[in-house]
T-cell receptor, first 113, second 110 residues
Framework: DGGITQSPKYLFRKEGQNVTLSCEQN?????MYWYRQDPGQGLRLIYY???????QKGDIAEGYSVSREKKESFPLTVTSAQKNPTAFYLC????????????FGPGTRLTVL | GQQVMQIPQYQHVQEGEDFTTYCNSS?????IQWYKQRPGGHPVFLIQ?????EVKKQKRLTFQFGEAKKNSSLHITATQTTDVGTYFC??????????FGTGTRLLVSP
């Protein structure tokens, strides 16, 4: 089956710890994205990558880091510098064109204790 | 920065009533997409509109793109409980980023 997987589904961490969220796709898509969604709110773009070994900051990149070493993978690290990390994190991918549909993974719900 | 607002934020209807959500951008969009997110789920693509004034239908759903390509609407005729969820519009401005609207949460009572 083609699609996007995110793991884990639920994640708990203590304040001051870094944590890495996984995102893998087998759709052969060039572009990948990370969004943050807070309760009752829309999606805000954290980082995006249009090609391997390249990525750009989105609207709320502070306190986050990413890598894109493989086409299939785009992990997101939530660092201790992120002041309010508790949220629902969604990964998406697209073929990369300007008019693309984005395909979303199931999301990871991160809770900082 | 570019903003995409949706109204209303929330609507509660009785099954069988119609529903409309409106999407307004501060800048002209090259195209607009609509997504649906079920409670606890992830956004799923519904449709894309590209042309000024375009209207598309999917069964009970009607989507419109404004003449100035700065606004859009989604209308659901005779809502069903399966329509429950949050509806997002999202637009491309030409900078290779999709900007999502604030979303409209729809609740349908049987």
């Amino acid at each position: 089956d083609g699609g996007i997987t995110q793991s884990p589904k639920y994640l708990f961490r203590k304040e001051g710890q870094n944590v890495t969220l996984s995102c893998e796709q087998n759709l052969n898509h060039d572009a990948m994205y990370w969004y943050r969604q807070d309760p009752g709110q829309g999606l805000r773009l954290i980082y995006y990558s249009q090609i391997v070994n390249d990525f750009q900051k989105g609207d709320i990149a502070e306190g986050y880091s990413v890598s894109r070493e493989k086409k299939e993978s785009f992990p997101l690290t939530v660092t201790s510098a992120q002041k309010n990390p508790t949220a629902f994190y969604l990964c998406a991918s697209s073929t990369g064109g300007a008019a693309d549909t984005q395909y979303f993974g199931p999301g990871t719900r991160l809770t900082v204790l | 920065g570019q903003q995409v607002m949706q109204i209303p934020q929330y609507q509660h209807v009785q099954e069988g009533e119609d529903f409309t959500t409106y999407c307004n951008s501060s800048t002209t969009l090259s195209n607009i997409q609509w997504y649906k997110q079920r409670p606890g789920g992830h956004p799923v693509f519904l449709i894309q509109l590209v042309k000024s004034g375009e209207v598309k239908k999917q069964k009970r759903l009607t989507f419109q793109f404004g003449e100035a390509k700065k606004n859009s609407s989604l209308h659901i005729t005779a809502t069903q409980t399966t329509d429950v969820g949050t509806y997002f519009c999202a637009g491309y401005t030409g900078f290779q980023k999709l900007v999502f609207g604030t979303g409209t949460r729809l609740l349908v009572s049987p």
